[in-house]
């Protein structure tokens, strides 16, 4: 059976702390990783990653993908009261499905 | 440019009802996605259309039907509501296999007595 699983399910620091999301999914047919934040309303899109080893950054985000050992990461520095939200990991699927994990809820406090 | 648009945003049923959710998108996108989301959960895909003509079950279609009606648009109906569909609704886009990235509609918050 196809999942995604993420960790932790919810995480509470401090402004400039630096915090690090995993992902971990078994997925038949794989082809591509996304991550989301979503912020009460609906998601919005922050990286996708296809390819092991190669890190994707915007800003105090940052993302890698481990194809062998089926994790990726998401990792926000610096972090502020405005990072706090639900992060979502999608795993995409040849077939044009989408399998999410539950999210972990980030809470930053000042 | 609207992006994904959904409606209705809230809607009260009560069981047996019936219902259909409206979403349109307006970025020539290919694939399009229903999702729905409970309390402390993340998305779980109800049915999805890789391309205008076909439509395909995901991993809890029960009690749901679609149509994709033409490229942009693409409803979810419900037939006879149960209390366990109370749930948010998300539609979804994406160009299809030469990208992965989904915009999302605003919702519909969906409560069924």
């Known amino acids: 059976e196809d999942k995604v699983v993420q960790s932790p399910l919810s995480l509470v620091v401090h402004e400039g702390d630096t915090v690090t999301l995993n992902c971990s999914y078994e997925?038949?047919?794989?082809?591509?990783l996304l991550w989301y934040k979503q912020e009460k309303k609906a998601p919005t899109f922050l990286f996708m990653l296809t390819s092991s080893g190669i890190e994707k950054k915007s800003g105090r985000l940052s993302s890698i993908l481990d194809k062998k050992e089926l994790f990726s990461i998401l990792n926000i520095t610096a972090t502020q009261t405005g990072d706090s939200a639900v992060y979502l990991c999608a795993v995409g699927h040849n077939f044009n499905k989408f399998y999410f994990g539950s999210g972990t809820k980030l809470n930053v406090k000042p | 440019n609207a992006g994904v648009t959904q409606t209705p945003k809230f809607q009260v049923l009560k069981t047996g009802q019936s219902m259909t959710l409206q979403c349109a998108q307006d970025m020539n996108h290919n694939s399009m996605y229903w999702y729905r989301q409970d309390p402390g959960m993340g998305l779980r895909l109800i049915y999805y259309s890789a391309s205008e003509g076909t439509t395909d079950k995901g991993e809890v279609p029960n009690g749901y039907n679609v149509s994709r009606l033409n490229k942009r648009e693409f409803s979810l109906r419900l037939e006879s509501a149960a209390p366990s569909q109370t749930s948010v609704y998300f539609c979804?886009?994406?160009?299809?296999?030469?990208?992965?990235?989904?915009?999302f509609g605003p919702g519909t918050r969906l409560t069924v007595l």
């Open positions: 979804a886009s994406s160009e299809g296999p030469a990208s992965d990235t989904q915009y």
């Open positions: 997925v038949t047919n794989f082809r591509s």
